[in-house]
């Protein structure tokens, strides 16, 4: 019999594919961004640096070759999110194969008190404090208790009250942006 800070959950192929797709969103999100912050830089550089040669009179050619160079990172920037957006999508569809050939699962436990929680499984047993922890991400079926960036505890909402879900999501201070 559990008590009523005690929630079991099944974890099989579509819960490990779930947790790396909204994981791997937010990686790719960040990494498009910095590189279109990197490639804007560039861009800004090539072709101020242009005007700035063109303007002291001097060298045309070479002010033309910055600007067409700063102009390709402008065409960079333009088409990263749809580059990065495919390459994640398809190492997306690698893992979720690769989840699929998992037929069987485990049964996970997880035991909440106010300043820690206990993850169990058939194997293996885990304490950790909330703070420790890296954050959570959820989407309408899942909340994932990250204790690292890459790691993720599932827990099924339809297996918790709302204030149990509330409570958790005050506790795992969410560092994930």
Not at 28 to 51: D, H, K, M, P, W
Request: net charge positive; charged share 20%.
């Amino acid at each position: 019999m559990m008590n009523q800070n005690q929630v079991q959950t099944h974890v099989g192929p579509y819960v490990f594919s779930l947790f790396f797709k909204l994981n791997t969103r937010t990686v790719y999100r960040t990494l498009s961004r910095n590189l279109q912050v990197f490639f804007g830089g560039e861009a800004c550089l090539l072709i101020l640096l242009g005007i700035l040669i063109k303007n002291q009179g001097s060298i045309g050619w070479f002010a033309f070759v910055l600007f067409l160079g700063g102009f390709f990172f402008v065409l960079l920037i333009l088409f990263i999110p749809k580059a990065v957006k495919s390459v994640s999508q398809r190492t997306l569809n690698e893992e979720i194969d690769g989840n699929l050939r998992l037929k069987a699962g485990y049964t996970l436990t997880l035991s909440f008190s106010e300043d820690e929680f206990e993850v169990s499984a058939e194997n293996s047993w885990e304490r950790l404090k909330y703070a420790e922890c890296y954050g959570y991400l959820e989407d309408p079926e899942f909340l994932f208790i990250q204790p690292q960036k890459n790691y993720g505890y599932p827990l099924e909402k339809k297996n918790c009250d709302p204030d149990q879900l509330q409570f958790l999501k005050q506790k795992l201070v969410n560092r994930i942006r």
